[in-house]
T-cell receptor, first 113, second 114 residues
Framework: EPEVTQTPSHQVTQMGQEVILRCVPI?????FYWYRQILGQKVEFLVS????????KSEIFDDQFSVERPDGSNFTLKIRSTKLEDSAMYFC???????????FGPGTRLLVL | AQSVTQLGSHVSVSEGALVLLRCNYS??????LFWYVQYPNQGLQLLLK??????LVKGINGFEAEFKKSETSFHLTKPSAHMSDAAEYFC????????????FGTGTRLQVTL
């Protein structure tokens, strides 16, 4: 069964460093999403992406964040200058259409020191 | 704006007992509602979803949920708990016809005891 994959599974970085989290959505899906879950808190929406542009973003998704689909398979989330409070589990998800089921990847656990 | 409230951050049941996890939603338009499960160190897996068809929705692993508009609820039930059901359960809402982002509740950790 097709699934969303994410790399790396864990990443440790120093405050102020740039990180890129990578996702490979399910191949025939057109909508892509990033969510994050700070330890002990709820899953929060960051951004949705369709047709090579952001379709919606939350207030969390400020200028430090960017997303890109650099090729036909990868979908990335970049954090330009990480802060301690960016430490969280980041989930990628994809769906066939806008209102269809979102399938989640296993997540990348980011720790900013 | 949409929101979800999950009553009870922790629920403990005995194996074989009824599981009831509560979810109430708020949405300005007809909602789509979802239950996801998260096993330790894993991602989110869809259990079931409501998208304005039948109000009683059956999902995987014997779970079901009933959409009650009058109560703005979408509680998750399973007649008989199994040890393998121990996990974190998240209720989520999206607004039909507009944005597709999911708004999640705070989650309920289900513990199943012998």
């Amino acid at each position: 069964e097709p699934e969303v994959t994410q790399t790396p599974s864990h990443q440790v970085t120093q405050m102020g460093q740039e990180v890129i989290l990578r996702c490979v959505p399910i191949s025939n899906h057109l909508y892509f999403y990033w969510y994050r879950q700070i330890l002990g808190q709820k899953v929060e929406f960051l951004v949705s992406f369709y047709n090579n542009e952001i379709s919606e973003k939350s207030e969390i998704f400020d200028d430090q964040f960017s997303v890109e689909r650099p090729d036909g398979s990868n979908f990335t989330l970049k954090i330009r200058s990480t802060k301690l409070e960016d430490s969280a589990m980041y989930f990628c998800a994809s769906s066939v259409q806008r209102q269809e089921t979102q399938y989640f990847g296993p997540g990348t656990r980011l720790l900013v020191l | 704006a949409q929101s979800v409230t999950q009553l009870g951050s922790h629920v403990s049941v005995s194996e074989g007992a009824l599981v009831l996890l509560r979810c109430n939603y708020s949405s300005s338009v007809p909602p789509y509602l979802f239950w996801y499960v998260q096993y330790p160190n894993q991602g989110l897996q869809l259990l079931l979803k409501y998208t304005s068809a039948a109000t009683l929705v059956k999902g995987i692993n014997g779970f079901e949920a009933e959409f009650k508009k009058s109560e703005t609820s979408f509680h998750l039930t399973k007649p008989s708990a199994h040890m393998s059901d121990a996990a974190e359960y998240f209720c989520a809402v999206s607004e039909s016809g507009t944005a597709s982002k999911l708004t999640f509740g705070t989650g309920t950790r289900l513990q199943v005891t012998l």
